[in-house]
């Protein structure tokens, strides 16, 4: 199993453009999750869905949209990207939101707004 | 607010050194508590997870607590090595506040040789 995958590891934009962060599982996780992590501050959750079709906003989701089309992959959009979004995402996912479920994370997208 | 602390922000210890990081959370009603680690510029790799039922978990040299009714996680590693290196963060999923883990800022470990 390659677990989270993220693509791409790094990216520059400039201030107003868009572009969609790609994340994908292999291990048949229902529920799925997007955070950001600033520098020296722990992550933030931005948005999560819990199964194909079905998504919902986390603590910081302003500038942010997401989709859920199929099991396996839950990509980001980031639509007049500005430098308040420059930080590092990540993408998680669970089995399920239980006592036993951990959540298991991609490598991450280093994201620079200029 | 829900928060998580962890204590210190850096460590620096000689290889060899048995060492304890701290993470202290403000809710006792949590599902469960992640120990990550996470090396520069990389992702995150979960190393134990301990289930709100449960005292404490083990893996290796790792051993990580848990008491609820303090609030308060550790996380021991034995025998330290320069590779043990990172930072280390802790998570809380708290039974109540949703879907996201509740991260603390972290601990920054160095091994020296």
């Known amino acids: 199993n390659a677990g989270v995958t993220q693509t791409p590891k790094f990216r520059i934009l400039k201030i107003g453009q868009s572009m969609t962060l790609q994340c994908a599982q292999d291990?048949?996780?229902?529920?799925m999750y997007w955070y950001r992590q600033d520098p020296g501050m722990g992550l933030k959750l931005i948005y999560y869905s819990v199964g194909a079709g079905i998504t919902d906003k986390g603590e910081v989701p302003n500038g942010y949209n997401v989709s859920r089309s199929t099991t396996e992959d839950f990509p980001l959009r980031l639509e007049l990207a500005a430098p308040s979004q420059t930080s590092v995402y990540f993408c998680a996912s669970s089995y399920e939101v239980s006592s036993y479920n951990e959540q298991f994370f991609g490598p991450g997208t280093r994201l620079t707004v200029l | 607010k829900q928060e998580v602390t962890q204590i210190p922000a850096a460590l620096s210890v000689p290889e060899g050194e048995n060492l304890v990081l701290n993470c202290s959370f403000t809710d006792s009603a949590i599902y469960n508590l992640q120990w990550f680690r996470q090396d520069p510029g990389k992702g995150l790799t979960s190393l134990l997870l301990i289930q709100s039922s449960q005292r404490e978990q083990t893996s290796g040299r790792l051993n990580a607590s848990l008491d609820k009714s303090s609030g308060r996680s550790t996380l021991y590693i034995a025998a330290s090595q320069p590779g043990d290196s990172a930072t280390y963060l802790c998570?809380?999923?708290?039974?109540?506040?949703?879907?996201?883990?509740?991260f603390g800022k972290g601990t920054s470990l160095l091994v020296t040789p």
């Open positions: 291990m048949n996780h229902n529920y």
């Open positions: 998570a809380v999923k708290y039974s109540n506040s949703g879907y996201a883990l509740n």
